[in-house]
């Protein structure tokens, strides 16, 4: 595996713990496997180029995950949402 695919695997697994820690998630796994996908391969491309050494990594996918998910929660239509109760 390169270095590259391991961030896209770190973005997704970290992505994935976050999104499963929420009160709403997609009625459809396979749509909530998609946005996870989705978002964690715009985050490794929005940071190809930043050096985690200088960057607190935690921080950042924390910020990302919750703009993504405030937009997502905004704009999907409330018979593609669950409760993760």
Not at 44 to 51: G, N, Q
Not at 74 to 79: I, T
Request: hydrophobic share 40%; with cysteine; charged share 30%.
């Amino acid at each position: 595996m390169t270095t590259a695919s391991y961030g896209l695997c770190e973005a997704v697994s970290d992505l994935t713990s976050l999104f499963m820690t929420q009160a709403k998630l997609p009625a459809n796994s396979r749509d909530t496997c998609s946005l996870i996908i989705d978002w964690a391969d715009e985050f490794d491309r929005r940071h190809a180029e930043t050096d985690w050494a200088e960057v607190e990594y935690l921080e950042t996918i924390d910020r990302f995950f919750s703009e993504k998910y405030r937009a997502w929660l905004e704009s999907a239509p409330a018979r593609s949402v669950r409760n993760n109760i």
